[in-house]
């Protein structure tokens, strides 16, 4: 088993930065490929970015492209979402997801493993 514990909401301002980070207890993180979704009030749960099991590579959804960048530390059996240039639509419960899978990785039933996630709130 796998437990992920999100951190790091908060309420910002539009334009502001936040640093998500999701620790993980019971295996090491070194095999699992990562990912981060996000729930809006209302809506489906959307894709954000997904990191593989190596910190290789990482695919981004095209609305957090050249804003959100997510890295992986194993030492720490931690990964992070840094989201720059916040916007309110950006407002969301965010979590963390882990996978053995190394395809479909944008997808919420690929993963096997889910935070409780954590809140931002950008405000206009």
């Known amino acids: 088993q796998v437990q992920l514990v999100e951190s790091g909401g908060g309420l910002v301002q539009a334009g502001d930065s936040l640093r998500l980070s999701c620790a993980a207890s019971?295996?090491?993180?070194?095999?699992?490929?990562m990912a981060w979704f996000r729930q809006a009030p209302g809506k489906e749960r959307e894709f954000v970015t997904a990191i593989n099991w190596s910190g290789g590579s990482t695919t981004y959804a095209d609305s957090v492209k050249g804003r959100f960048t997510s890295s992986r530390d194993k030492g720490k059996n931690t990964v992070y979402l840094q989201m720059n240039s916040l916007k309110p639509e950006d407002t969301a419960v965010y979590y963390c997801?882990?996978?053995?899978?190394?395809?479909?990785?944008?997808?919420?039933?690929?993963?096997?493993?889910w935070g409780q996630g954590t809140q931002v709130t950008v405000s206009s």
């Open positions: 997801a882990a996978t053995l899978n190394s395809i479909r990785l944008a997808l919420a039933a690929t993963y096997d493993y």
């Open positions: 019971g295996r090491t993180l070194s095999m699992y490929s």
